[in-house]
T-cell receptor, first 111, second 113 residues
C-alpha cells in the first residue's frame, strides 16, 4: 500500500533561520508530489509541484524553495524564514484516480 | 479564475443533528468537485467527489450533489456523531487543470454529545 510520511509534525523557528521539511512516499513510483500551505483563516494554497526528479514548478513567488533529489522524496526549504512563513504545510501526492493523498502536515511557527 | 467559497466556521452541533456545510464555486465549464476532511492531528483525506453535473458523491453518511445551476456542492449528513468533528474542505479541479486542486478555506465542525 502507498504511504506518505512528513516530518516534523511541529516546528518553532526564529526569524532568519533556515528551514527544511521533508516528505517521502512509499509504495509507488514516479508520483506527482505537491507542497501546500494553509495560513490561518485561509484555504490550502499550492506552493510547488513536481512531476519527476529535479522537476519543480512554483505556483507563487515566495521565500521558499523545493527540491526533489529522489523519486519519492520532496523537500521544502528556506534560507531565511520570515514571520509570514508561519502556517500549516502539507505534502501530498497524486494517487489514483488522480486525487490527492496528503501527509499529516507540519505546523510551522516563526517567531 | 477558478475559486471555491465555503461557509465560515466553526459549526457547532449536538450529536444526531442535521449538518449542512455550504460550498459554491466559480469555474468555466464543468469542474470536478471534492470534499476533503481533516481529523485532529491528521492529514487531509478525500471524503467524496463528483465529476459531472447532478452527480451525488457519498461516503460515511455524508452526501453532496453537484448542482450546476446554482454552482454549489453543499455537504450534508442526516445525523452527525462526535467522531465527525473535523475540518472540512471543499475543492475543485478545473476542466483544464488536470492536476491542480483549488481549496476553500475550510469549515471546522464541532459535535458535542
Amino acid at each position: 500500500s502507498q504511504t506518505i510520511h512528513q516530518w516534523p509534525a511541529t516546528l518553532v523557528q526564529p526569524v532568519g533561520s533556515p528551514l527544511s521539511l521533508e516528505c517521502t512516499v512509499e509504495g509507488t513510483s514516479n508520483p506527482n508530489l505537491y507542497w501546500y500551505r494553509q495560513a490561518a483563516g485561509r484555504g490550502l494554497q499550492l506552493l510547488f509541484y513536481s512531476v519527476g526528479i529535479g522537476q519543480i514548478s512554483s505556483e507563487v513567488p515566495q521565500n521558499l524553495s523545493a527540491s526533489r533529489p529522489q523519486d519519492r522524496q520532496f523537500i521544502l526549504s528556506s534560507k531565511k524564514l520570515l514571520l509570514s512563513d508561519s502556517g500549516f504545510y502539507l505534502c501530498a501526492w497524486s494517487g489514483e484516480p488522480r486525487d490527492r493523498i496528503f501527509g499529516s502536515g507540519t505546523q510551522l511557527s516563526v517567531l | 479564475g477558478n475559486s471555491v467559497t465555503q461557509m465560515e466556521g466553526p459549526v457547532t452541533l449536538s450529536e444526531e443533528a442535521f449538518l449542512t456545510i455550504n460550498c459554491t464555486y466559480t469555474a468555466t465549464g464543468y469542474p470536478s468537485l471534492f470534499w476533503y476532511v481533516q481529523y485532529p492531528g491528521e492529514g487531509l483525506q478525500l471524503l467524496l467527489k463528483a465529476t459531472k453535473a447532478d452527480d451525488k458523491g457519498s461516503n460515511k453518511g455524508f452526501e453532496a450533489t453537484y448542482r450546476k445551476e446554482t454552482t454549489s456542492f453543499h455537504l450534508e449528513k442526516g445525523s452527525v456523531q462526535v467522531s465527525d468533528s473535523a475540518v472540512y474542505f471543499c475543492a475543485l479541479r478545473g476542466l483544464r487543470d488536470t492536476d491542480k486542486l483549488i481549496f476553500g478555506t475550510g469549515t471546522r465542525l464541532q459535535v458535542f454529545p
